[in-house]
């Protein structure tokens, strides 16, 4: 009988992750980093951390360094691997690199089967390998619960670094990906979902940020994150903070993966929504009469998500223009009463 690897987690993928009122709380007690070559640090909670390379005479060059690994979201061990790829690899992508290397990092049941952890391997390696970076070694330990994920490395012009600091009113935001991975996977996880819609959630996963990451350089953008654990308003929150200024969402142009409002109205919530609602809300004003089952979609963790961005109005035609998968879901103002107001 094939593994199924969620059965034996409490949450699957980027649901895993802490809780960001927990996290919050204690990093606020950690020295912030002062260092003139620490171009971006986590004073902002942006997506990785930017370390200048460049030597004086030589020409501009900067270091992006990420980590990320989380538990299973899916059954099969190969298509787990390349999800926690693509996932690590995103950050880098969010902003502006170019990965280069990685370092895997396992956890892995003493007694369980090697054959999954080949999989798990040879997964993300592909994935990896997909992006044109390499695989220069790893760390692994043995518990009960699996977990994979990478530490990865990129380069990048220190002029171009995205940040999600940068958002401007007058902007327009664009995103780039479907919401609801987070509930499908527990619909999966309850036996709840439909085959066709786990695929669907599972290629969107799969889907590197490479090429659009290379389709929004040439372009102004203003601010840019993945929306990961924490979910759309979460990581929108950070931004909206990062940048002084208040993201306006419309819940109704927000488009959602198939079968995740079905999934979110019969209740196949994981842990990390209700953490994230939690910590979030209180920065957010909500229109009411938005369907509870759509609010509980904008605070869902997301896995391998798409990227947000902050940018002007004729740029945004343009992205859009060149990849049909973007689209606008809001608009940037200047900082009113909250960070965050959602509109139907």
């Known amino acids: 009988m094939a593994t199924k690897l969620t059965a034996n987690v409490k949450a699957g993928g ?6 960001p009122r927990i996290l919050d709380r204690a990093l606020k ?15 902002t909670a942006d ?20 980590v990320d690994f989380f538990t299973p979201i899916v059954d099969d061990p190969y298509t787990f691997g390349g999800v926690a790829a693509a996932n690590a690899l995103s950050d880098i992508y969010a902003m502006g690199g170019r990965p280069v290397s990685a370092l895997s990092l396992v956890v892995f049941p003493a007694k369980g089967d090697v054959a999954d952890l080949e999989s798990i391997l040879r997964g993300g390696a592909d994935k990896i390998h997909e992006a044109g970076c390499v695989i220069l070694g790893g760390h692994s330990i043995s518990d009960d619960e699996v977990k994979f994920g990478y530490a990865v490395t990129g380069l990048i012009d220190p002029r171009r670094i995205l940040t999600n600091a940068g958002a401007r009113a007058g902007d327009v935001l664009v995103f780039t990906k479907r919401i609801g991975t987070g509930v499908v996977s527990t619909a999966l996880k309850k036996g709840m979902a439909a085959e066709a819609d786990v695929q669907a959630s599972i290629d969107q996963m799969l889907t590197l940020n490479r090429e659009i990451c290379d389709a929004i350089l040439p372009f102004e953008i203003h601010g840019c994150t993945d929306v990961t654990g924490f979910g759309l308003l979460g990581h929108a929150r950070e931004m909206a903070l990062a940048s002084g200024v208040t993201l306006e969402i419309s819940a109704s142009a927000v488009r959602f993966l198939p079968g995740a409002i079905e999934y979110s109205r019969a209740g196949a919530r994981s842990g990390g929504l209700n953490n994230n609602r939690e910590f979030v809300e209180s920065c957010v004003r909500m229109a009411q009469d938005i369907p509870p089952e759509i609010e509980a979609l904008l605070y869902d963790p997301q896995t391998s998500g798409g990227l947000l961005l902050s940018l002007g109005e004729e740029y945004a035609k343009k992205l859009l223009e060149q990849r049909p998968e973007a689209y606008v879901i809001g608009r940037v103002r200047e900082y009113e009463t909250k960070p965050i107001e959602v509109l139907t």
Do not use: F, H, I, W
């Open 47 to 66: 997506d990785a951390g930017v370390y200048d390379l460049t030597e004086p005479g030589g020409r501009p060059l900067a270091m992006v360094q990420t």
């Open 29 to 43: 007690s950690v020295p912030r980093v002062s260092n003139e070559k620490v171009l971006v640090g986590y004073d």
């Open 14 to 19: 980027c649901a895993s992750k802490l809780s």
